[in-house]
């Protein structure tokens, strides 16, 4: 039996790996019941090799599936072991992983066998059993299966703390030519249920305390990066799109890793665009926190973001007018658009000009990035830039002082041009 | 100067600040007793912990500055830093003597680096939420040893009471030779002496269960993994080392 359930795990977690979401916060579920376990800010409780958290037991509960996608690994057509959990053999391992403090909760996605809703019923029964029968108060997130029935979504909020749904291919002619069979209509149907029942159940509980949560932290979804043609730009205008039409609490970047030799992919030992994910994931922050418009940061002049330099610094370096910058004089909006400043450190820098003007040294021990941010901004000093740099030069000064994390190793990700 | 010796307790630590000011100090430090190398000409006075002097200068703290500033004072104090107390009492006095907050003048350098060492046991405390690792016993006890680099046991305390309310665990910090208890009703502090037991056998100590599910969690860990992307350096940041000793999924 034992040996039965670890091959099982072996094969679905594999499968289940590409899914990139991780995050186990948003939600905040008490336990009130003497139940098990929490929600709250999240916890990572380990980091695989490759550098990714591991916060949720991420499985299938099947590798069946009925479509072929051509970038998924548990394509109809791809030759693997194909394997499928019991619902109760889920609720164990996620409770005995749980109570062993191995993770914040599940991650249940699926193949889809038979059709959306026999699938969806399934996940669904995992999160009623883990919630009604063993009183689990752990973070739950789900998969919503493209096309299932609006009964079985309402009842998928209830019991999960977030749903989502990957979109995977950023435009829809890219999801034309790598699964055919699939429509962004059907995507986007649970989606749009899901978000009205959210805002509806939102209101009810600001009026009604004892109101039930519905899917407290949200939706979210992913796109796969690299595998079809789309620009920086598609990808993330697409995101916006979601952001703001969904409400969506987040959107994940998933670099293609090559899995089929597809000739509409890229092929076999092709090497995961892991830098252009990261500078995705950094406009993505912009957007989302530092006040940026997508609008700045991609546009028909720039379609692509560089991959030798962060967005901000980018956009910076393009905006030279826009500097240099008072440190102990600007709005706090402003001080969030010099590179080499954080959310952290541009709060401190408010909070710490109140009582003196700030000098380099300042600047420095708060943990302001000055190799970069140093071209940019005045504070409370003699010494400054008075040199009238161009874009050019600042970028090769700053290239030259530092030595990137994630270029040292890749450097045949780099257009020469 | 005088040196003020106290037990290393955190009461300890409000009485000596309560006596600095009571016997009008004006250049002292603190240390305590066990580490205090004796000098021929500074003078060194014994702190004799006194929970009314200490709730006192709590008061005063309270009053003068908000929660958050207090609590990284007490997060300070448990980095257990060699001096840490002097910065404290700095940090104490700032906030006694100005009629303003100051608690965000990063410029002093104590504000500073009591919000620095604070940030730092945070993450500690933050890693032993995550990296502890329960076994299960025969006698359905859940155990975990711990060995933080700071004293975080008082930090987590709460987090773990919440989360596993409805199973017996125990987590114990095997450097500072203590931990807590959970009864399924309340936490307790206990001791251990690990070596009285030494002599018995050793095989029946963990649940039958147990084993299958650290193999699980083993062959999950690794089946996560997606070779084409290995970063070690981003392994190690985020999982140093020291901690691997504890955790299932790093021992082979």
């Known amino acids: 039996m034992s040996e039965r359930v670890r091959e099982k795990l072996n094969i679905l977690a594999d499968a289940a790996k590409y899914d990139v979401s991780c995050s186990s916060s948003g939600s905040n579920r008490k336990n009130n019941n003497k139940g098990l376990g929490d929600t709250g800010g999240g916890i990572c409780h380990t980091y695989t090799e490759d550098g990714r958290c591991v916060s949720l037991l991420k499985i299938l509960l099947t590798n069946f599936c009925i479509y072929d996608c051509a970038y998924c690994v548990t394509r109809k057509s791809n030759d693997i072991k194909r394997a499928a959990f019991t619902v109760q053999e889920v609720v164990d391992l996620t409770m005995n992983f749980y109570r062993r403090n191995y993770i914040e909760g599940l991650f249940l996605s699926s193949g889809i066998f038979k059709n959306a809703d026999y699938t969806m019923e399934r996940l669904v029964q995992v999160a009623k059993k883990l919630r009604t029968e063993h009183k689990f108060n752990g973070y739950i997130h789900l998969k919503s299966i493209p096309g299932a029935s609006d009964e079985l979504m309402h009842e998928a909020g209830l019991y999960a703390d977030r749903l989502s749904i990957n979109i995977e291919i950023p435009t829809e002619s890219g999801l034309k030519l790598l699964a055919p069979e699939k429509n962004r209509k059907d995507m986007i149907a649970p989606m749009n249920y899901l978000k009205e029942e959210i805002i509806a159940k939102k209101e009810e509980k600001r009026l009604f305390k004892k109101a039930p949560m519905f899917a407290p932290a949200g939706q979210s979804t992913q796109m796969i990066i690299g595998a079809g043609k789309e620009t920086d730009r598609d990808i993330m205008y697409t995101a916006d799109k979601f952001y703001r039409g969904f409400q969506l609490k987040r959107v994940y970047y998933s670099g293609y890793v090559p899995i089929s030799n597809d000739s509409r992919l890229p092929g076999l030992g092709s090497s995961v665009p892991m830098v252009r994910e990261n500078r995705l994931y950094q406009t993505d922050w912009l957007m989302r926190f530092y006040g940026f418009n997508v609008r700045e940061l991609l546009n028909d002049a720039n379609p692509h973001l560089d991959l030798e330099i962060d967005p901000k610094l980018g956009w910076a370096l393009r905006n030279l007018n826009c500097f240099p910058i008072d440190i102990n004089k600007a709005d706090l909006h402003l001080i969030l658009r010099v590179p080499g400043i954080g959310m952290q450190s541009a709060h401190k820098i408010i909070s710490a000009r109140k009582f003196h003007k700030l000098s380099w040294e300042h600047l420095k021990k708060i943990g302001v990035a000055l190799n970069r941010a140093k071209y940019f901004i005045i504070c409370n000093s003699n010494e400054m830039e008075r040199r009238d740099l161009t874009e050019t030069k600042i970028r090769q000064f700053i290239l030259a002082g530092s030595e990137s994390k994630y270029l040292k190793n890749s450097i045949q990700q780099l257009s020469l041009f | ?252």
């Open chain 2, 1 to 252: 100067m005088v040196t003020l010796l106290y037990d290393k307790t955190w009461q300890g630590l409000l009485t000596a600040i309560f006596d600095i000011y009571d016997r009008k100090f004006s250049l002292a430090s603190i240390d305590y007793t066990e580490r205090f190398q004796p000098d021929v000409f500074a003078k060194h006075v014994e702190v004799i912990t006194d929970d009314i002097k200490a709730s006192r200068v709590m008061a005063g703290l309270q009053r003068k500055a908000s929660a958050e500033a207090v609590k990284n004072i007490y997060a300070a104090f448990l980095s257990e830093l060699p001096g840490i107390e002097n910065t404290i009492l700095a940090y104490a006095r700032l906030i006694l003597s100005s009629n303003q907050s100051i608690e965000h003048a990063y410029g002093h350098s104590a504000v500073l680096k009591v919000s620095q060492v604070a940030r730092m046991v945070h993450r500690e405390k933050h890693r032993m939420e995550a990296f502890i690792r329960f076994k299960l016993t025969s006698d359905n006890l859940f155990y975990a040893a711990i060995e933080p680099d700071f004293n975080v046991i008082p930090l987590i305390l709460t987090h773990f009471r919440r989360r596993y309310a409805d199973q017996r665990w125990l987590i114990y910090d095997l450097k500072r030779k203590y931990g807590i208890y959970y009864n399924l009703l309340t936490v307790e502090e206990i001791t251990i002496d690990f070596n009285q037991n030494a002599g018995e056998a050793t095989t029946n100590v963990f649940h039958e269960d147990e084993d299958l599910y650290q193999t699980l969690w083993k062959d999950y860990f690794k089946s996560v993994n997606i070779g084409a992307r290995k970063n070690t350096r981003l392994h190690l940041r985020h999982v140093p080392k020291r901690y691997w000793k504890h955790l299932t999924e790093k021992l082979l």
